[in-house]
């Protein structure tokens, strides 16, 4: 599909929800930049919100795949620390300070680009569109997965990720006065392929090494103290076992992250269909599940593959610049 000869023609890139999956946009962005095609607009939903924003900040699709790659284990670990006081088991504090210290700049309308991203008013299931205020807001409305990362409160809204009610937001390039739409679905293979950890014994597995750094640096106080602590964890792993996985293979993360791209894929697919973006980019993300955010290198060059294959089959790509 040509593109509109006049050049004032806006251009919009939709980077979609996913999670880990979504890493992949990088790859999808990396070779857009080697193709030499410049977006107008940037929308996002989810991960698509956070690394949309970096890109209509000015970042290069080879300089968030720096700062991706930067992330150590240790960072990792750090970002995804598990809580079970709250609404999900991940309360956020070490997200929002990551967000706040990787994005460009404060307001959405300070952005390089035109930036878009949405998120769901999880009391009423209503659509909440971002297109100025705070950035660091919007992005980490977009992002709160329910059940795994706590809902973010905006003013009278209490609210989660976007991919519940729009997981490739073409409808925002539209709204910002976009002709020409390039959207990138992550959500096409909502099929469980790799083996899954089994909780009771990744938590066991946890705990020998938490056992053994501690018994080589800590005093027999803080040894006695987490020996107990280790024993009610065992403890509620055996309780919880039975009930969180339904088989040796899964447990209830991998399970609630599931339920949650099945509906997504589904409701992608709907939503593109009538949507109707000019050029569609959708790498195979089957090998990459939810929370594998430790195989960066692996989506991004699942992004790029692909976005390479949809620019040798549109010719007209190459003349997007």
Sequence with gaps: MERPKNRASKVCLALGSGAAKGISHIGVLTVLDEIGIKPDIITGTSIGALIGALYAGGMKGKEIQE????????EIKKLFKVTLD???????????????????????????LPFSCCACNIIDGREIIFSKGSLSDAVRASISIPGILTPHKVEEYTLVDGGLVNPVPVSLCKKLGADFIIAV?????????????????????????????????LNKKIKLFIAREIENLELTAKRLGSFLSLNEELNILDIISQT??????????????????????EPNM????????????????????ETWKVAAQNKNMSNIQ
């Excluded at 997504?264 to 939503?271: A, H, I, P, T």
């Design 260 to 281: 949650y791209l099945i509906g997504e894929s589904n409701l992608s697919k709907f939503r593109l269909s009538t949507d109707n973006p000019d050029i569609l980019i």
């Design 86 to 112: 709250g609404p999900g088991f991940i309360n956020g504090q070490f997200i929002d300070e990551y967000i706040n210290d990787i994005l460009p700049v404060k307001n959405i309308q300070d952005l390089k």
């Design 185 to 217: 679905n992550v959500l096409n293979n909502p099929i469980l392929k790799n083996k899954i950890y089994n909780f009771p014994d990744r938590v066991r597995e946890i705990q020998d090494k938490s056992s053994l750094k501690c018994a080589e640096n």
């Design 286 to 305: 089957r090998s990459i599940r939810h929370f594998d955010f430790n195989k960066v290198q692996e989506a991004i060059l699942l992004g790029e593959k």
């Design 67 to 74: 700062l991706t790659l930067g992330i150590d284990k240790k």
